[in-house]
């Protein structure tokens, strides 16, 4: 594993370490490349403040300091800006509005909400109702197509608890659209070594028997995490297992 798009920062109110930490532990885990994706800032209009994401008012100082440390470290590695995002019709507008004239380097997509934060329930928790599964494929799949986002952040995030055949029947579908662009899919490290309930096993023999291509995701939330070579390995072990056709995302 050679590169790293998936890292977060303190900005987000989650996460720990400094920018410079965070570069510092991926050169000595060895990577060439490393992006920043902390999650992207949302201009919401009921005034609702996020407690999981960086604010509109720190977006200057996000690229200033990663403009910087690009140039502190410009002959050890190669340092990305970016942003996790989720897709939100609604929202999209405005957000591209505060984030016109940013040198953004590129986006994944990580869609934990199926609407705005400030309306909507996390998909992480478990739920029956089928119209929230397909709700959440319709939504990614039209968040895809516009071209915006280099690859789907724990796809398997979507924590549905009903029928495995009405899962399948949706996640196949999902699949199957990523195949067809070639999109890549994420196995969360975070998500893997830390228990959580994903990567799941049902998303991936699905995503496994269509032949999507996968690319495996630090997450990062503090610079040790970086330097967890045992749960990199392990991320890799799941590939193989599932005869995934695993790559090194390119911008």
């Known amino acids: 594993m050679l590169s790293n798009f998936h890292t977060h920062t303190i900005r987000c109110q989650h996460a720990s370490g400094t920018d410079r930490e965070y570069v510092e532990a991926a050169i000595q885990a060895g990577f060439k490349i490393l992006g920043f ?26 690229f200033s300091a990663m403009d910087a440390i690009k140039k502190e470290y410009a002959s050890d590695i190669k340092i990305y800006t970016g942003f996790e995002a989720e897709y939100t019709p609604a929202l999209n507008t405005a957000q591209e509005a505060i984030l016109a004239g940013y040198p953004i380097d590129y986006m994944i997509l990580g869609q934990h909400f199926l609407g705005s934060e400030s309306e909507s329930v996390f998909v992480g928790r478990p739920f029956h109702e089928e119209a929230r599964l397909k709700q959440y494929v319709d939504l990614t799949i039209e968040a895809v197509d516009t071209g915006k986002y280099l690859y789907l952040a724990h796809p398997d995030i979507i924590n549905y608890i009903g029928s495995d055949k009405i899962y399948e029947k949706h996640i196949s579908r999902l699949c199957q659209f990523m195949k067809e662009k070639d999109f890549p899919l994420e196995v969360n490290v975070l ?30 939330h503090s610079p040790e995490q970086l330097l967890n070579t045992t749960a990199v390995k392990q991320a890799e072990a799941f590939c193989e297992e599932f005869g995934l056709n695993r790559i090194e995302v390119q911008l």
């Open 191 to 220: 998500g893997l070594w830390g228990g959580r309930t994903y990567p799941d096993r049902r998303f991936w023999e699905i995503a496994a028997k269509i032949g999507c291509t996968a690319v495996i995701g630090i997450d990062a």
């Open 37 to 62: 994706s902390d999650h992207c800032p949302w201009p919401f209009p009921d005034g609702y403040v996020s407690n999981i994401r960086m604010a509109p008012a720190e977006i200057d100082g996000y």
